[in-house]
């Protein structure tokens, strides 16, 4: 699939479904991870969501880190995207959250997760080890145009 442009119709996106990531899936979410070159850390399945058309392909995944309730690791892949996959993926990954949840992403995408009721905050009020992880990306990407932010989703008041 990578790399090949899929013809898809309403029906494609209409039929995917977002269901718990299993065992068998932790290959197919190491690359996909990996393609995206996002934070490579950390991907255990038990912890993702996906997005599977109706003929079985996984086409997009998303986690929530136990350690920081970070929710990371979104990807959809290109011949998918802006079809609302990812918000799926989101919306089921932070549906049985009530604590606080957070997240680093590049600054242009802050609005993109304002959707979900994310805000940005001060990196170093972040808990660890999210709060290591951006002040490291600072650093490193200090000299270019690359900017990130963090953002916490506050806990829900039952
Ligand atoms: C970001 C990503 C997961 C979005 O997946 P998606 O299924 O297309 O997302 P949705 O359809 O729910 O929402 C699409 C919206 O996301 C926002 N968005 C996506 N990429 C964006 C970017 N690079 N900059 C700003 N906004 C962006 C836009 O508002 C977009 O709306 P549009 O399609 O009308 O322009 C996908 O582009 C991807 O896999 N990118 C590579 C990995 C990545 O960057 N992950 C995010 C890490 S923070």
């Known amino acids: 699939m990578r790399g090949r442009k899929h013809n898809m119709t309403q029906n494609d996106i209409a039929s995917i479904r977002i269901r718990r990531a299993t065992a068998d899936d932790q290959d197919t979410i190491r690359r996909m991870i990996k393609d995206a070159e996002l934070d490579p850390t950390a991907l255990h399945w038990s912890q993702f969501m996906l997005a599977e058309t109706a003929s079985g392909e996984v086409v997009g995944a998303g986690q929530i880190r136990p350690q920081g309730r970070?929710?990371?690791?979104?990807?959809?892949?290109?011949a998918w995207r802006s079809q609302g996959i990812a918000s799926q993926i989101i919306k089921a990954l932070l549906a049985n959250e009530t604590d606080v949840v957070y997240l680093e992403c590049e600054k242009h995408m802050t609005g993109?997760?304002?959707r979900f009721g994310f805000v940005e905050m001060m990196w170093w009020r972040a808990p660890f080890p999210l709060n290591v992880k951006h002040f490291y990306l600072k650093t490193r990407y200090w000299l270019t145009r690359y900017r990130f932010a963090v953002m916490r989703r506050p806990a829900l008041s039952l």
């Open 70 to 78: 970070e929710l990371g690791s979104i990807v959809v892949l290109p």
């Open 112 to 114: 993109y997760y304002g």
